[in-house]
């Protein structure tokens, strides 16, 4: 009964200075990504629904508006417009993200080299330090 999977933790750390993932936690990245992905275009294809509908909205009642109903609906376009590019960004960031995952480039720390969790990978995709060093760096 002896549990000799318990050593298997101690060779992480050479594959940390090799940088080197398992298969299976590339695809858990890859897999989280591309979820994330879908999710902001659907906010995004969503984000131009709204948008066309203010549009329509405008030109169907602006006869009957005053001056500021009028820039009421041309504000909200425009944040509506706002939203839509940081959606478009976030996607190119999130597509990027992917593409350096198939060339092994990314989820690295670039300050000290380490494996950036799957979980902090999945929330901010764009993460280029581990939380250590996302810390110690905010700290100075
Ligand atoms: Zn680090």
Do not use: H
């Not at 992917?98 to 901010?124: D, H, K, M, S, T």
Request: charged residues 35%.
């Amino acid at each position: 009964m002896a549990k000799a999977t318990d050593t298997s933790t101690v060779t992480t750390a050479k594959a940390a200075t090799k940088r080197t993932r398992t298969a299976a936690e590339t695809e858990k990245i890859r897999v989280a990504l591309t979820e994330r992905r879908d999710e902001l275009q659907a906010e995004y294809e969503q984000s131009l629904t709204d948008i066309t509908e203010l549009q329509r909205d405008r030109l169907a009642d602006s006869a009957g508006d005053d001056q500021a109903d009028a820039g009421t609906k041309t504000f909200e376009r425009e944040q509506e417009i706002t939203l839509a590019n940081n959606l478009l960004e976030r996607i190119t960031q999130v597509e990027r993200a992917i593409e350096r995952l198939g060339q092994g480039n990314y989820g690295w720390c670039e300050r000290c080299g380490n494996a950036i969790p799957v979980e902090r990978l999945a929330a901010f995709p764009s993460a280029t330090l581990c939380v250590t060093c996302k810390q110690l760096e905010e700290r100075r």
